[in-house]
């Protein structure tokens, strides 16, 4: 054993002893040391030796440390130390993320993005015009249907841009611009001014073909085997590709292409081909191609082909419609005249231009002669019952003048004066002369005589009002027929007027069409056309070196942050003081060169420094806390065993008995001792003596270093802290 002893506090200096120490041998004592079997097997952790729990004091009641204190929060802190640590793998990382896009701009050919513009909007639409014309809004029509008739009568813009993103039109500008060749070298040169435009083959696989200029300016290819010369602007055949045109322009004197099936090539244009749209009825056209000039020529020659085929299919659709409307207005138009005809006939017939107001008059008249016949029909009984009294003579003639209608009556009026007259002349008379007299008998003749006519007159009266009571009645039943036939009459009135009104709406509505369609036909494809025409870009799309260089760079540290992080959470050694804390849950601080080492109750009693494993340094943890100790003037002392594991029971002793001698001697005693599975730290282990427990920075395990906590706390052993030997310390304390 060693021991270093400094009294004065001015120094210390190491001494050895024997292994058997005053040649005492280590036994327990009653009361003690020893533990039961139980007690054994509860207070110590995986990886400590059998033979401990024979040199431990009776284990008391275990307080609650947890082996694994994880803190579910996110510490930034300790993120930044880790990345920190990582420095070297951020570096490296940074570098390969710059070599990558080094790599890429040098070595991958570069693409090229074209972008046009295209109105797509459509022609005045028919169906809607026609509903316009007929009073009906085409989005109360789309409501009135669910939105249905909506859909159907509107522009779908959504159908023009899959029309401009279709294999027919993608296979247009593959012909036109001879893309299923791909020109591998020379870099940046586009296919059409290599071949002539147009199909090239049938059905093949993909196939890599060099041609190379002869003397006589034909060319051959290398790749294909023995094949007839090619002369630039004639058509030639290549084996296993098919008839292929060269261009008749300046072609190089060699070059590599591949060739590709149709369908392929289509595949790989319409892939390559975006369709978005901009806003309104604008729709954007991207190409990205491996060489300016065909980025810029595809998206032009897509939206070529496509107002070529609008324009084509409209004008046929619009000539067809309007030739179906004119004859759906011819029908319409003779329907039109018959239904106005037979509603002449119907109102020439029955009379009835208007049913309402020729049924209000009916009823007005019905009315009216009920009126007048009522009053007539009482008079008439009246002067019949008069006159059938008088000619029976039970009244005499004069009681006619007293019926009401006589005494209305010119000719009775004027005959009861004459009668009244004669009546005053003959009574005058007969007041001197009697009824003998000649005047006397002439007055009462005359006055017989007007008395006779009163009853004609009577009888003539009443057959008059017998005559006009027969003609109320018979009108009244003229009435009552027209009334009665009334409501069939404005049933066949009224379904000729809606037939002559609907025909009326369909003409006009079919005429109107009929210019829509005029017009159509002249628009030509309605208002679509080229916005934006694609020029061929100047800089690529990728790679980029103002953007791939800075960009792999951040990538490539990125991808070294990620691997730092994950490797610190996966990892299963102590990295830093705060690995220590989630791991034990106790303080734990890091002992670096040059730095105090700080920790409660540092300077007073004895504190034993154990080490997690066997890579712990406690030499080191005991010296900077002995040095803190006489900084602060107390008088300290470092006792330590002997390097190598294990150390038989007379080593125990003696280094207990050493702790003993050196508690008493001075203010702070540190015990650099061995790991827990050692005899020697069983034997200064107490329940009233700190412990400071050691792990090496990279070297000793989570798992370990919560087991030897977990222990010293089953043992109720007060533990100061954890106190992590950084790299540098421990070659320090080595050396």
């Not at 809607?128 to 522009?155: M, Q």
Request: charged letters at 20%.
């Amino acid at each position: 054993m060693e021991f270093v002893n400094s009294p004065n506090g001015n120094g210390a200096h190491r001494a050895s002893g024997g292994a058997a120490l005053n040649g005492a041998e280590m036994r327990p004592q009653d009361g003690a040391s020893g533990v039961g079997s139980d007690g054994a097997s509860s207070g110590v952790g995986p990886g400590v030796r059998r033979e401990l729990p024979a040199a431990l004091w009776p284990v008391p009641a275990a307080r609650p440390v947890p082996a694994t204190a994880a803190d579910e929060s996110v510490d930034v802190g300790a993120l930044a130390r880790t990345i920190g640590r990582g420095w070297r793998t951020l570096l490296t990382g940074g570098l390969l993320g710059v070599l990558v896009g080094l790599a890429l701009v040098l070595f991958v050919p570069a693409w090229y993005r074209g972008t046009a513009s295209v109105l797509v909007r459509n022609a005045n639409d028919p169906a809607g015009s026609l509903l316009s014309r007929f009073g009906i809004a085409g989005d109360i029509a789309g409501s009135a249907a669910g939105g249905a008739l909506g859909g159907v009568l509107k522009s779908s813009l959504e159908t023009e841009v899959q029309l401009l993103q279709s294999r027919e039109i993608a296979g247009k500008v593959v012909d036109s611009l001879a893309l299923q060749a791909r020109v591998l070298s020379p870099r940046g040169l586009p296919a059409v001014a290599l071949f002539a435009p147009g199909r090239v083959g049938e059905s093949f696989r993909r196939r890599t073909v060099t041609f190379t200029r002869d003397a006589d300016g034909s060319y051959q290819t290398t790749d294909a085997g023995p094949v007839p010369r090619l002369v630039p602007g004639r058509p030639g055949v290549v084996p296993g590709v098919g008839a292929v045109t060269l261009g008749a322009g300046p072609l190089p004197p060699t070059f590599r292409v591949q060739f590709e099936d149709r369908e392929d090539a289509i595949t790989r244009a319409v892939d390559h081909l975006t369709i978005e749209k901009l806003g309104g009825d604008v729709v954007k056209v991207r190409y990205s191609g491996p060489d300016s000039l065909t980025a810029a020529a595809v998206p032009n020659a897509a939206v070529a082909v496509y107002l070529g085929l609008r324009r084509t299919v409209d004008r046929g659709v619009n000539e067809r419609r309007y030739e179906f409307m004119a004859a759906q207005a011819d029908t319409a138009a003779r329907q039109l005249a018959v239904a106005e005809d037979a509603l002449a006939r119907d109102q020439t017939a029955t009379g009835v231009i208007d049913p309402e107001l020729v049924g209000k008059s009916e009823l007005e008249a019905a009315q009216q002669v009920r009126t007048q016949t009522l009053p007539l029909e009482s008079e008439r009984q009246a002067a019949h019952a008069l006159v059938d009294s008088v000619e029976r003579g039970r009244v005499g003639p004069r009681q006619l003048a007293a019926f009401p209608s006589f005494l209305r009556a010119p000719a009775i009026n004027s005959i009861l004066s004459q009668l009244t007259q004669l009546e005053t002349e003959r009574t005058r008379l007969l007041g001197t002369r009697t009824e003998r007299d000649p005047d006397v008998v002439v007055l009462t003749q005359s006055i017989a005589d007007l008395e006779r006519g009163l009853l004609p007159l009577a009888r003539t009266y009443a057959t008059s009002l017998d005559r006009q009571v027969d003609e109320l009645t018979s009108e009244q039943r003229s009435v009552q027929a027209r009334l009665t036939a009334l409501p069939g009459q404005a049933e066949t009135a009224l379904r000729r007027q809606r037939d002559v009104k609907r025909l009326s709406q369909v003409v006009l509505g079919l005429q109107a069409q009929m210019i829509d369609a005029r017009l159509s036909a002249l628009s030509e494809g309605g208002q679509v056309r080229q916005v934006d025409v694609a020029v061929a870009p100047k800089r690529p799309l990728f790679p980029r070196a103002v953007w791939t260089l800075p960009g792999g760079c951040a990538l490539g540290v990125l991808a070294a942050i990620a691997w730092v992080l994950a490797r610190g959470a996966w990892s299963s050694r102590v990295r830093s003081a705060n690995d220590a804390e989630r791991a034990t849950g106790l303080p734990a601080v890091v002992l670096r060169p040059g730095t105090p080492l700080w920790l409660p109750s540092f300077d007073d009693g004895t504190v034993v420094v154990v080490g997690a494993d066997g890579s712990a340094g406690t030499h080191a943890v005991a010296d900077a806390l002995a040095a803190q100790a006489r900084a602060r003037g107390r008088t300290a002392v470092v006792l330590g065993a002997p390097d190598g594991r294990g150390g038989d029971e007379s080593d125990a002793v003696a280094l207990r008995e050493a702790v003993r001698r050196a508690d008493a001697q001075h203010d702070a005693v540190y015990v650099a001792a061995p790991p827990l599975d050692d005899t020697r730290t069983a034997a200064v282990l107490e329940p009233g003596r700190a412990v400071a427990v050691v792990a090496a920075e990279g070297v000793t395990g989570r798992d370990a270093l919560a087991s030897v906590t977990e222990t010293l706390g089953r043992l109720g052993v007060p533990v100061l802290g954890i106190v992590v030997t950084s790299r540098a310390a421990a070659a320090r304390s080595r050396g």
